[in-house]
C-alpha cells in the first residue's frame, strides 16, 4: 500500500494551492481519508477529514471556509484545496488513511503518505 501526496510547494500569501494523495495497492473507498500537517518545530495537526462517501467533511476550526477536502473513490485520491493561505500555513502536509474512532486523532489513521512541503511567503 501506498499513498503519494503531490501539489506542494511555494506560494506568495493569498495564493492557492491543490494537494493530492493517489493510493495504490489498495482501495480505500469504503475509509475515511484525512490531511495533517507537521510545521517546524510544531507537533502534527489535524487538517481535515472526509467520511467514506464523501458526504461529510470535518475541519479543524481555524481552517475552516479556506480549505476544502473532496475525494475521487473511482480514482482513489483525495485532495485538499487551499485557498487563502497565510505564512502560518507552511507545513509538511501528510495525506492518511482513516479506519475508525476520532477522525482528528492521528492515532486511528492506518496508512500514511510521505508528505508534501507546503511554504507560504509573506
Known amino acids: 500500500v501506498q499513498l503519494q501526496a503531490s501539489g506542494g510547494g511555494l506560494v506568495q500569501a493569498g495564493g492557492s494551492l491543490r494537494l493530492s494523495c493517489a493510493a495504490s495497492?489498495?482501495?480505500?473507498?469504503?475509509?475515511?481519508r484525512g490531511w495533517f500537517r507537521q510545521a517546524p518545530g510544531k507537533e502534527r495537526e489535524f487538517v481535515a477529514a472526509i467520511m467514506r462517501s464523501g458526504g461529510n467533511a470535518y475541519y479543524t476550526d481555524s481552517l475552516k471556509g479556506r480549505f476544502t477536502i473532496s475525494r475521487d473513490n473511482a480514482k482513489n485520491t483525495v485532495y485538499l484545496q487551499m485557498n487563502s493561505l497565510k505564512p502560518e500555513d507552511t507545513a509538511v502536509y501528510y495525506c492518511?488513511?482513516?479506519?475508525?474512532?476520532?477522525?482528528?486523532?492521528?492515532?486511528?489513521?492506518?496508512?500514511w503518505g510521505q508528505g508534501t512541503l507546503v511554504t507560504v511567503s509573506s
Open positions: 492518511a488513511v482513516w479506519d475508525r474512532g476520532s477522525y482528528y486523532d492521528p492515532n486511528q489513521y492506518t496508512y
Open positions: 495497492g489498495r482501495t480505500f473507498s469504503n475509509y475515511g
